[in-house]
T-cell receptor, first 112, second 112 residues
């Protein structure tokens, strides 16, 4: 049973436009959510996180939105740059658990 | 720069020949993790250490063991590697509580 779902295996966006990556979860006990970026042959790089007590967190070009009632979060990248082309993973956990539950990832392609 | 370092980046071993992968961190984090990642799938948690307390995931094969001699170092031992163990092995660290996990660049393990 997938508790964290990224339903889009890939997404193609024009350079300079907004990239929106989506993630849905089923476990209402999750209270901390993270986004990671991964290039080939490298480990995942932490991008941004959000606690369930917030509905938005912003860091430079990256903004994460959390809709608890819909059990949905999204990552917005504005403006999109060629270096943003990578696989993006959404992950979730609970306060008392160290295990991250990962989505399957979305491959983002930024077109010049 | 504080970081998570994995050695070697690439490891080739023979079927059934024991192999050890190493990880060191300068972040002084309490928690260290070992993950297995195959192709573009999400990382799969093998085990983690909370300080010296070892936590094994239920579905981690007995073939995989780990040692954490001190805060900075952690080792993954694969006693008798099979062809199915060929993968990227990722080490990560985090502070206590809900916090981002910071990953090394991984060790790509190949089995001949």
């Amino acid at each position: 049973d997938q508790q964290v779902k990224q339903n889009s295996p890939s997404l193609s966006v024009q350079e300079g436009r907004i990239s929106i990556l989506n993630c849905d979860y089923t476990n209402s006990m999750f209270d901390y959510f993270l986004w990671y970026k991964k290039y080939p042959a490298e480990g995942p790089t932490f991008l941004i996180s959000i606690s369930s007590i917030k509905d938005k967190n912003e860091d430079g070009r990256f903004t994460v939105f959390l809709n608890k009632s819909a059990k949905h979060l999204s990552l917005h990248i504005v403006p999109s740059q060629p270096g943003d082309s990578a696989v993006y993973f959404c992950a979730a956990t609970t306060d008392s658990n160290y295990q991250l539950i990962w989505g399957a990832g979305t491959k983002l392609i930024i077109k010049p | 720069d504080a970081m998570v370092i994995q050695n070697p980046r690439y490891q080739v071993t023979q079927f059934g020949k024991p192999v050890t992968l190493s990880c060191s961190q300068t972040l002084n984090h309490n928690v260290m993790y070992w993950y297995q990642q195959k192709s573009s799938q999400a990382p799969k948690l093998l085990f983690h250490y909370y300080d010296k307390d070892f936590n094994n995931e239920a579905d981690t094969p007995d073939n995989f063991q780990s040692r954490r001699p001190n805060t900075s170092f952690c080792f993954l031992d694969i006693r008798s590697p099979g062809l199915g163990d060929a993968a990227m092995y990722l080490c990560a660290t985090s502070r206590k509580g809900p916090a981002p996990q910071h990953f090394g660049d991984g060790t790509r393990l190949s089995i001949l």
